[in-house]
C-alpha cells in the first residue's frame, strides 16, 4: 500500500575507517545477508547479529563497526559506543506497508481507497521527514562528539568498485525487473548527480 525510505545504512565505528586498507580485520555487525556481502567485499568480517544488540555489541568490543541509518545512530544514542561515522550511503533501505491480497480484496472500495490515501500520506510525510534527517542526523552526530568524515571522490569510486560485483549478481538474479531497476536507478542518477552526501 505504500513505500518509503529508510535512508540508508552508513558506517559507525569504534575506530577510524577512511580507507579500503582500513577494512581489513574490521570485525562487522552485519544486520542483514546485504549488509554481510558488503562487508565482506570491502575486505571486513561480519558477524550476523540483530540490529537490537547494536549498543550492546558495539559497547563490548563484540564488534568493530556496524551500518546503520544515521537516524537509528542518533535514535538508539549508538554515538556513546562509537565515535567515528562515515555517511556514504552503503546500502539503500526502504519500509513498506502491506496486506494481505485476499483481506484487501474482501474491503469494500471505499475503505480500499481510504487506505490507500492514508498510506499513501504518511509515506510521502516520512519521505519528506528522512529527506531533513539525512542532511541534519550527521550534525547531530557530530554536536555529540563524533568524527564525521566524507571519503574523497576517489575513495568513494574504490569502495563502490569493490561492491559492483555484489550488485551485478543482485541485478542478474531479477532478471528483466533487475533491468528495468538499474534503468530508473541510472535515469535517477543522471537527474541527480552525487556531489557530496552533504551540501553545505
Given at each position: 500500500?505504500?513505500?518509503?525510505?529508510?535512508?540508508?545504512?552508513d558506517l559507525i565505528s569504534k575506530k577510524p575507517v577512511?580507507?579500503?586498507?582500513?577494512?581489513?580485520?574490521?570485525?562487522?555487525?552485519?544486520?542483514?545477508?546485504?549488509?554481510?556481502?558488503?562487508?565482506?567485499?570491502?575486505?571486513?568480517?561480519?558477524?550476523?547479529?540483530?540490529?537490537?544488540?547494536?549498543?550492546?555489541?558495539?559497547?563490548?568490543?563484540?564488534?568493530?563497526?556496524?551500518?546503520?541509518?544515521?537516524?537509528?545512530?542518533?535514535?538508539?544514542?549508538?554515538?556513546?559506543?562509537?565515535?567515528?561515522?562515515?555517511?556514504?550511503?552503503?546500502?539503500?533501505?526502504?519500509?513498506?506497508?502491506?496486506?494481505?491480497?485476499?483481506?484487501?480484496?474482501?474491503?469494500?472500495?471505499?475503505?480500499?481507497?481510504?487506505?490507500?490515501?492514508?498510506?499513501?500520506?504518511?509515506?510521502?510525510?516520512?519521505?519528506?521527514?528522512?529527506?531533513?534527517?539525512?542532511?541534519?542526523?550527521?550534525?547531530?552526530?557530530?554536536?555529540?562528539?563524533?568524527?564525521?568524515?566524507?571519503?574523497?571522490?576517489?575513495?568513494?569510486?574504490?569502495?563502490?568498485?569493490?561492491?559492483?560485483?555484489?550488485?551485478?549478481?543482485?541485478?542478474?538474479?531479477?532478471?528483466?525487473?533487475?533491468?528495468?531497476?538499474?534503468?530508473?536507478?541510472?535515469?535517477?542518477?543522471?537527474?541527480?548527480?552525487?556531489?557530496?552526501?552533504?551540501?553545505?
Amino acid at each position: 500500500m505504500a513505500l518509503w525510505t529508510a535512508t540508508s545504512l552508513d558506517l559507525i565505528s569504534k575506530k577510524p575507517v577512511r580507507t579500503m586498507a582500513d577494512w581489513q580485520g574490521l570485525v562487522m555487525m552485519a544486520i542483514n545477508p546485504p549488509t554481510a556481502a558488503v562487508a565482506t567485499a570491502l575486505g571486513g568480517s561480519p558477524v550476523s547479529i540483530d540490529f537490537p544488540e547494536a549498543y550492546s555489541a558495539l559497547s563490548k568490543g563484540v564488534v568493530d563497526a556496524g551500518m546503520f541509518a544515521t537516524t537509528q545512530m542518533v535514535e538508539y544514542s549508538l554515538d556513546e559506543v562509537a565515535k567515528y561515522v562515515v555517511p556514504v550511503y552503503m546500502v539503500p533501505t526502504f519500509i513498506v506497508s502491506a496486506i494481505n491480497l485476499d483481506v484487501w480484496k474482501s474491503l469494500p472500495k471505499d475503505a480500499q481507497n481510504a487506505l490507500l490515501e492514508e498510506h499513501q500520506q504518511m509515506a510521502d510525510d516520512l519521505n519528506a521527514l528522512y529527506e531533513v534527517l539525512v542532511t541534519t542526523n550527521p550534525d547531530t552526530l557530530a554536536d555529540r562528539g563524533c568524527d564525521i568524515y566524507i571519503l574523497p571522490e576517489d575513495e568513494r569510486d574504490r569502495w563502490h568498485a569493490a561492491i559492483q560485483p555484489y550488485i551485478d549478481e543482485q541485478i542478474a538474479k531479477m532478471g528483466d525487473f533487475g533491468k528495468k531497476v538499474l534503468d530508473v536507478a541510472e535515469k535517477i542518477n543522471a537527474k541527480y548527480p552525487y556531489v557530496g552526501y552533504i551540501e553545505k
